[in-house]
């Protein structure tokens, strides 16, 4: 749940620093609501970032636990309620997709992580403050 809601706001995050209009008479617009995060990964700029077909897979697993596992305690339909293990090899494509898309974002506007350090824009590079 918590990989699948930082994932999110990563690919938020690139998106708007990609220069995407999230805002509409000073309301977020619909398409920028959503927590499916292969949609998401869809409105980026294929030019500047790529997925692929396993990175795809992985963003559509980690979308019902965005949905519904940090949210409600039960999805709206049975077919929604996801009952799997979770392997070391999964997790490790996650935090692999994660630190690739991190960095991308670090390289085209500002993230923050942890223990008060934040990289910031820079025109050539980002550094720590």
Do not use: C
């Not at 708007?16 to 995060?37: M, P, V, Y």
């Not at 070391?88 to 223990?115: C, F, P, Q």
Request: net charge positive; glycine share 10%; charged share 20%.
């Amino acid at each position: 749940m918590l990989m699948g809601m930082s994932m999110e706001a990563l690919l938020k995050g690139i998106l708007i620093a990609q220069g995407k209009q999230i805002l509409d008479k000073g309301k977020l617009k619909n398409d920028f609501l959503t927590h499916d995060l292969s949609k998401l990964a869809g409105s980026a700029d294929p030019s500047a970032l790529t997925f692929s077909l396993d990175e795809l897979k992985i963003l559509q697993n980690l979308t019902p636990y965005i949905v519904w596992a940090g949210k409600y305690p039960m999805p709206k339909v049975a077919n929604g309620l996801i009952v799997k293990g979770h392997s070391s090899t999964e997790m490790g494509l996650e935090r692999k997709l994660w630190d690739r898309l991190y960095e991308h974002l670090a390289n085209i506007g500002w993230v923050s992580k942890g223990r008060g350090k934040r990289l910031y824009f820079n025109t050539s590079k980002p550094n720590q403050a």
